[in-house]
């Protein structure tokens, strides 16, 4: 059974940075497509980036291009959101998602989230 675990959350003022950790049991970062969402109170769920399973550099909404940052750790089984220059409207609960073994769709497994809140 695959089961993801997001952490790194908090709350933090604007400008700051944040770094959330997502780390897969039952499988490997290595072999899958990944994803992080977020959902703002009152909003759509959003799809920030995608992490395909071959490692090519993963593609980033509009919204966090130039200030997020997807990365991963084979080593560790874990999968990294480097957030900076945050912004109140960066506020969610962000998720991370995983697909089944060299698959190119990332959307099969989720984690529990993990909030964000950035202060004005």
């Known amino acids: 059974q695959v089961q993801l675990v997001e952490s790194g959350g908090g709350l933090v003022e604007a400008g700051a940075s944040l770094r959330l950790s997502c780390t897969i049991s039952g499988g490997s970062v290595s072999q899958r497509s990944m994803a992080w969402f977020r959902q703002a109170p009152g909003k759509e769920r959003e799809l920030l980036t995608v992490?395909?399973?071959?490692?090519?550099?993963?593609n980033y909404t509009d919204a966090v291009k130039g200030r997020f940052t997807f990365s991963r750790d084979n080593a560790k089984n874990t999968v990294y959101l480097q957030m900076n220059s945050l912004k109140p409207e960066d506020t969610a609960v962000y998720y991370c998602t995983a697909g089944r073994p060299y698959d190119n769709y990332a959307y099969d497994f989720w984690g529990q989230g993990t909030q964000v809140t950035v202060s004005s």
């Open positions: 992490l395909h399973w071959s490692g090519t550099s993963p």
